[in-house]
């Protein structure tokens, strides 16, 4: 199995819900990743999960909260969101190491209103 | 820092042609370098990957790219095109100094097979 599932595939919101992206693997992958990417754009790096812990954070505003409850779990929680972060959510996940591709999910596309 | 650069931003070609999407890449040692396909509203698919060995390296789809460490360029091409590559297609670099799990991509190319 080499697919990463997120859900929803779609989301609309308001600026003061709060909501959660959500992405599962099963391919015993130990890095798992959050991207934003804009129309036509290259995907921007939000989070990285190593291990089930937090790796790296690429200065996101703390309106996105990532969380990683277990090696195949990856959820993004979304609070008081702004209608610039309206985007497609991808997931991704690698073995670790730097020589691995990664796989990306489907994405989640977000909208703000 | 590591860099990757694609100079094109839409690269048109005729159905049966062959093609060839660009990328250069800046890294500190030695790189770690990937494309990958986007295909509308869908994530990305890994193509291929150079780490080390033979500098011509083949992946899905029919699709191969050619490792250069003179012209640090690592340029992705295919013998006879089809309509159905037509996508957006990233260069992606890895330097084999960091160790964190970060990997750059290029801004992409649009690649538009013509029937």
């Known amino acids: 199995d080499t697919e990463v599932t997120q859900t929803p595939k779609h989301l609309v919101m308001g600026m003061t819900n709060k909501k959660s992206l959500k992405c599962e693997q099963h391919?015993?992958?130990?890095?798992m990743y959050w991207y934003k990417q804009k129309a036509k754009k290259p995907p921007e790096l939000m989070f990285v999960?190593?291990?089930?812990?937090?790796?790296i954070n690429e200065s996101v505003p703390s309106r996105f909260s990532p969380e990683c409850p277990n090696s195949s779990l990856l959820n993004l929680h979304l609070h008081a969101l702004q209608p610039e972060d309206s985007a497609l959510y991808l997931c991704?996940?690698?073995?670790?190491?730097?020589?691995?591709?990664?796989?990306f999910g489907p994405g989640t596309r977000l909208t703000v209103t | 820092a590591q860099s990757v650069a694609q100079p094109e931003d839409q690269v048109n070609v005729a159905e049966g042609n062959p093609l060839t999407v660009k990328c250069t890449y800046s890294?500190?040692?030695?790189?770690?370098l990937f494309w990958y396909v986007q295909y509308p509203n869908r994530g990305l698919q890994f193509l291929l990957k150079?780490?080390?060995?033979?500098?011509l390296v083949k992946g899905s789809y029919g699709f191969e790219a050619e490792f250069n460490k003179s012209q640090t360029s690592f340029h992705l091409k295919k013998p006879s095109a089809l309509v159905s590559d037509s996508a957006l297609y990233f260069c992606?670099?890895?330097?084999?100094?960091?160790?964190?799990?970060?990997?750059?991509f290029g801004k992409g190319t649009r690649l538009h097979i013509l029937p």
């Open positions: 991704a996940s690698s073995q670790a190491g730097n020589t691995a591709e990664q796989y």
């Open positions: 391919m015993g992958h130990r890095a």
């Open positions: 999960y190593s291990y089930e812990k937090l790796s």
């Open positions: 890294v500190s040692g030695n790189p770690y």
């Open positions: 150079y780490i080390t060995g033979d500098n």
């Open positions: 992606a670099v890895r330097d084999m100094m960091n160790r964190d799990d970060k990997i750059i």
